[in-house]
């Protein structure tokens, strides 16, 4: 693929991370290690393939605990009636971003927003980044606790 710089890198990772996550989602009787082992690598540089493996696996693991933070946040709305893609780039920020900050919050959420103008549907981008908003306004310290909220993370579900 070339040479590529970090911040690319990091982009083609998440992209396929976010692919791997949404299988996962589908295909529930299927394992990280075997969704991973079946994407085709060979055209990937290793750092792509080493961060979106940690990206996958990260996420994996701390599921439950991400998925608790969406269902004490997200008004009305069911993390299994959200888009696949939406909740997997959802997903993804929360644990890139809030659990591990291995990126600061701000650059999670404009990562995921950009994966789901890509992969999701016309109202995916607005809808991601009005959960993760409220849930960075609501978790991070001086946060305002869903003060001011557009609203975009309330639904019906």
């Given at each position: 693929?070339?040479?590529?710089?970090?911040?690319?890198?990091?982009?083609?990772?998440?992209?396929?991370?976010?692919?791997?996550?949404?299988?996962?989602?589908?295909?529930?009787?299927?394992?990280?290690?075997?969704?991973?082992?079946?994407?085709?690598?060979?055209?990937?540089?290793?750092?792509?393939?080493?961060?979106?493996?940690?990206?996958?696996?990260?996420?994996?693991?701390?599921?439950?605990?991400?998925?608790?933070?969406?269902?004490?946040?997200?008004?009305?709305?069911?993390?299994?009636?959200?888009?696949?893609?939406?909740?997997?780039?959802?997903?993804?920020?929360?644990?890139?971003?809030?659990?591990?900050?291995?990126?600061?919050?701000?650059?999670?959420?404009?990562?995921?927003?950009?994966?789901?103008?890509?992969?999701?549907?016309?109202?995916?981008?607005?809808?991601?980044?009005?959960v993760?908003g409220?849930?960075?306004?609501?978790?991070?310290?001086?946060?305002?606790?869903?003060?001011?909220?557009?609203g975009?993370?309330?639904?019906?579900?």
């Open positions: 693929m070339g040479r590529q710089t970090l911040p690319q890198r990091r982009r083609r990772a998440r992209e396929i991370a976010l692919q791997l996550m949404y299988e996962l989602d589908l295909r529930s009787n299927l394992s990280p290690e075997e969704a991973m082992a079946m994407f085709p690598w060979e055209n990937e540089s290793p750092g792509v393939e080493e961060y979106a493996r940690s990206l996958v696996s990260a996420s994996v693991e701390r599921g439950e605990e991400i998925d608790d933070i969406l269902r004490e946040h997200i008004v009305g709305w069911r993390t299994e009636r959200m888009v696949a893609v939406d909740r997997a780039a959802i997903r993804m920020a929360l644990c890139e971003g809030l659990l591990t900050e291995n990126v600061p919050i701000a650059v999670a959420i404009s990562e995921a927003v950009e994966l789901t103008k890509m992969f999701g549907t016309v109202e995916s981008s607005r809808f991601v980044n009005g993760l409220r849930i960075v306004r609501s978790e991070r310290p001086g946060g305002r606790g869903g003060e001011g909220d557009s975009a993370a309330e639904g019906e579900g």
